[in-house]
């Protein structure tokens, strides 16, 4: 047993790495190891031999398993040792250059528009996406009996049985954002307002998630003219053409009064779309005189106060500039469409540096 112990110790004290290591194991005390074999031999010894001899080889068992488990945590922490002296990071070099990301065109299309209306004096408002139905319809002139609450596919937050908080939706439009800005700033006031917005609906044309841009001018003698002056202005920077042709189309919203949507001249000829020639007319916009009711909302005096709103889908004018024929591509999140769609970083919009090159 003497020898024995002698053997493996010095053997594990000599072994160069683990895997020595696990082969001395095998040797010693794996099931067919020297010490497994000689506790074999117990059966053969009588009760005394026995009594003796039996504690004695578990003791050497345990020595070592000792020395084999010592010895791996030492071979382990020096080849750590080894590596932290061998490999280290020089953090002063520059990165790997990886390709550059690119701003998807909805990111683009928003930074333009808030540029060309940014030059026209109107600031960039924001509201959240969960709103109340207080200022997503009532405040809007959409009571609850309305059609346009059915209309518009409405998102409604879950509620608890019992719980008698107002409802709250996500927002389908941006117009909340005309009330919450009323509200805080009084008038005169000039804002537009980008963001997202909801509504159950699913196809080419339609995701349940979208972009608008609202605008919101007020002041004392803000009329019709104002607002079509405003749009075509804004139409002509946006699409980069020095001619257009809008048409005013008599409409219906709750909250403007009177009511108008927007369409723009357009070709569709070769299957390309043209804006500012051709036969055909693309619905862009909605828009119209705020309705006493929403001054009102908005804590202004409609006596005193009067404006326009409209609202703009944003991934609609992004897919007629950029061409983009599917809307759901806009938020798969493929790369190969990101990379083919998206914009430089660097070039930021401005109307004196060209708004989309
Ligand atoms: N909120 C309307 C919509 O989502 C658009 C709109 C905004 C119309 C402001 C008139 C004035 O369809």
């Not at 683990?18 to 009588?46: H, I």
């Not at 009323?182 to 998630?209: C, F």
């Amino acid at each position: 047993m003497d020898d024995l112990r002698d053997k493996y110790l010095t053997a594990i004290a000599a072994a160069a790495d683990e895997a020595a290591l696990e082969d001395l194991r095998v040797q010693a005390v794996g099931k067919k190891g020297e010490v497994s074999l000689q506790m074999r031999e117990l059966g053969k010894m009588t009760a005394e031999e026995r009594q003796v001899a039996g504690p004695k080889l578990n003791a050497l068992k345990d020595e070592i398993n000792s020395a084999l488990n010592a010895k791996k945590q030492a071979l382990g922490d020096a080849a750590l040792d080894e590596r932290l002296k061998t490999e280290w990071l020089d953090v002063t070099l520059p990165g790997h250059r990886r390709r550059p990301g690119t701003i998807h065109p909805i990111s683009q299309v928003t930074e333009e528009v808030t540029a060309i209306f940014a030059d026209m004096g109107f600031s960039v408002a924001e509201g959240p996406q969960v709103e109340s139905d207080w200022y997503n319809f009532d405040a809007l002139n959409i009571p609850g009996h309305h059609p346009a609450r059915a209309e518009m596919d409405t998102f409604y937050m879950h509620r608890e049985e019992g719980d008698n908080r107002p409802p709250h939706v996500l927002r389908t439009h941006t117009s909340p954002v005309q009330i919450r800005s009323m509200q805080e700033h009084g008038a005169p006031i000039r804002i537009i307002a980008p963001g997202r917005v909801y509504r159950a609906d699913y196809d080419q044309t339609h995701t349940p998630m979208f972009h608008q841009v609202e605008g919101l001018a007020i002041d004392k003698d803000i009329s019709m003219a104002n607002l079509k002056w405003c749009l075509e202005e804004f139409v002509k920077a946006f699409f980069e053409v020095d001619d257009v042709e809008l048409r005013f189309r008599a409409s219906h919203f709750p909250f403007t009064e009177p009511s108008a949507e927007v369409d723009i001249r357009c070709s569709w000829e070769g299957g390309t779309l043209k804006i500012g020639e051709g036969d055909d007319w693309l619905e862009i916009l909605g828009s119209g005189m705020v309705h006493p009711h929403v001054l009102r909302s908005g804590n202004i005096d409609p006596n005193e106060w009067q404006g326009f709103a409209f609202g703009v889908g944003i991934d609609r004018i992004a897919m007629l500039k950029y061409g983009i024929p599917d809307l759901r591509a806009f938020f798969d999140s493929d790369l190969r469409w990101l990379r083919h769609y998206g914009f430089a970083s660097l070039d930021v919009p401005t109307l004196h540096g060209g708004l989309s090159r």
